[in-house]
T-cell receptor, first 115, second 109 residues
Framework: DTGVSQDPRHKITKRGQNVTFRCDPI?????LYWYRQTLGQGPEFLTYFQNEAQLEKSRLLSDRFSAERPKGSFSTLEIQRTEQGDSAMYLC?????????????FGPGTRLTVL | GQNIDQPTEMTATEGAIVQINCTYQ??????LFWYQQHAGEAPTFLSYNVLDGLEEKGRFSSFLSRSKGYSYLLLKELQMKDSASYLCAPLDSNYQLIWGAGTKLIIKP
């Protein structure tokens, strides 16, 4: 399977703990996106990479959230000092990055529950 | 501001046709995507429209009117597996997807 993969699929943590999620995009996709989604809502944009460069970060994203894509391939999203409001599905998507408009393909997501 | 408006929920019968409407207001416009999302799963790509008119792809078709800020997704010959949420997502001037809350489609036998 050469689709987008995410790890772990589920994470349960206690409030105040740090968590890290990983995303492996489709091979040779230049662009990588992180979204957050809660029940009954559409995905909420968090951040976006073009190769290893983080080009945009949502103004709604607190300083507790950080993302990296060090070699332009896989990416990690870290949440520090988790809060109950961070409970959500965290989605990663990748796209070829050829031109301004290209289709994003999503991974299965990581469901985070903060107790 | 940027705004997407879709019905929250629709119900249709297996074998029938359903049209899911979407109106949008965005800062600039560079096309519009439709995604399907089954409960607990990730969104999957259905269609992309950048020019006015109808794009047909099998049982699914998508229509766009840029002047009206309007799109619809048409699903024909409905099957039970079409029960899912359908997300309308236009691209703004920064080529970022703007997501609505989606329309939950319930198919009844």
């Amino acid at each position: 399977d050469t689709g987008v993969s995410q790890d772990p699929r589920h994470k349960i943590t206690k409030r105040g703990q740090n968590v890290t999620f990983r995303c492996d995009p489709i091979s040779e996709h230049n662009r990588l996106y992180w979204y957050r989604q809660t029940l009954g809502q559409g995905p909420e944009f968090l951040t976006y990479f073009q190769n290893e460069a983080q080009l945009e970060k949502s103004r709604l994203l607190s300083d507790r959230f950080s993302a990296e894509r060090p070699k332009g391939s896989f990416s990690t999203l870290e949440i520090q000092r988790t809060e109950q409001g961070d409970s959500a599905m965290y989605l990663c998507a990748s796209s070829p990055g050829t031109g301004d408009v290209d289709t994003q393909y999503f991974g299965p997501g990581t469901r985070l529950t903060v107790l | 501001g940027q705004n997407i408006d879709q019905p929250t929920e629709m119900t249709a019968t297996e074998g029938a046709i359903v049209q899911i409407n979407c109106t949008y207001q965005t800062s600039g416009f560079n096309g519009l995507f439709w995604y399907q999302q089954h409960a607990g799963e990730a969104p999957t790509f259905l269609s992309y429209n950048v020019l006015d008119g109808l794009e047909e792809k099998g049982r699914f078709s998508s229509f766009l009117s840029r002047s009206k800020g309007y799109s619809y997704l048409l699903l024909k010959e409905l099957q039970m597996k079409d029960s899912a949420s359908y997300l309308c997502a236009p691209l703004d001037s920064n080529y970022q997807l703007i997501w609505g809350a989606g329309t939950k489609l319930i198919i009844k036998p």
